[in-house]
């Protein structure tokens, strides 16, 4: 049985970007993990160079979606048959620094008090150079979520067994954004701490078209999300309206704006 089960989902992206985000978990300093690869759907031949990888790796799982279901169902699916003690996020767009897995698995050993850790993110372009950083607070509290998530998902690495309702990422039916906000307000309103460790644990691929993703109904959907998720961490939404209505707001603001006015440029 591994220790890390890594969960990797995949729908149409750039080769070359996949490539490196499955490159850069292979080449962990820490090695008894297992990487399962979730293709859902992808219409671009990705299939192919995952099943390179997989010849080339044992501990790849790759499983195939020929229908596009998303990013829920997908997560939902890979914490069901992960075999490992904890489950780490990756996208396929990312990369891990080397000593990620390594940080984040003697921290959760070592540190019994916290759920889940994670870390910072470096900011990259589509050609791979640095413009940025993203921190996050060492200890949030709930009136941190009202600004924004104060988690970077795919720096997160889980114990498998706060993961254990059934899916914890919100209904397979429903394809939204949304799905790590969410669960993160739920794991800290039943009172699962997480941690970041203030190092930089990932290359986080973030360019201007990021944003053309945006669309009204997903908006719409983190609305309902911050609603009911503040109710839950006992702040009161009413009080707190402009961030509840924030994702519109953002959604009204251009794109190439919002980029800008998201990284401090």
């Not at 069901?80 to 990369?95: E, S, T």
């Not at 008090?113 to 910072?120: S, T």
């Not at 039916?173 to 970041?196: C, H, P, V």
């Not at 209505?245 to 990284?263: D, E, H, S, T, Y």
């Amino acid at each position: 049985m591994p220790s890390i089960s890594v969960m990797f989902p995949v729908y149409n992206c750039k080769k070359t970007y996949l490539k490196k985000a499955i490159e850069s978990i292979l080449a962990q300093s820490f090695r008894d993990f297992e990487l399962i690869i979730f293709d859902d759907g992808s219409v671009n031949n990705v299939k192919g160079i995952i099943d390179e990888y997989a010849k080339r790796d044992t501990r790849i799982v790759f499983i195939r979606e020929e229908v596009h279901h998303g990013l829920a169902y997908g997560l939902n699916h890979m914490v069901k048959i992960a075999n490992g003690k904890y489950l780490a996020r990756m996208d396929a767009d990312d990369i891990s620094s080397p000593s990620r897995f390594e940080k984040e698995y003697t921290f959760l050993e070592n540190h019994l008090e916290y759920g889940f850790v994670g870390g910072n993110l470096l900011l990259m372009d589509d050609t791979d150079k640095v413009y940025g950083k993203r921190k996050y607070p060492k200890k949030p509290v709930n009136k941190d979520f009202l600004k924004y998530q104060p988690y970077a998902h795919p720096t997160i690495m889980f114990r498998k067994c706060v993961l254990s309702m059934d899916n914890p990422y919100g209904s397979n039916n429903k394809s939204r954004r949304g799905e790590d906000y969410q669960l993160f307000m739920n794991l800290t309103a039943a009172g699962i701490k997480g941690f970041n460790l203030q190092e930089d644990l990932l290359y986080y691929r973030e360019t201007k078209d990021s944003y053309n993703r945006r669309k009204l109904s997903d908006q719409l959907a983190e609305v309902v999300i911050r609603w009911n998720g503040f109710k839950k961490l006992g702040l009161n939404p009413w009080l707190e309206i402009y961030y509840v209505i924030k994702p519109l707001i953002v959604w009204m603001v251009p794109n190439r704006i919002a980029f800008r006015i998201r990284n401090g440029f």
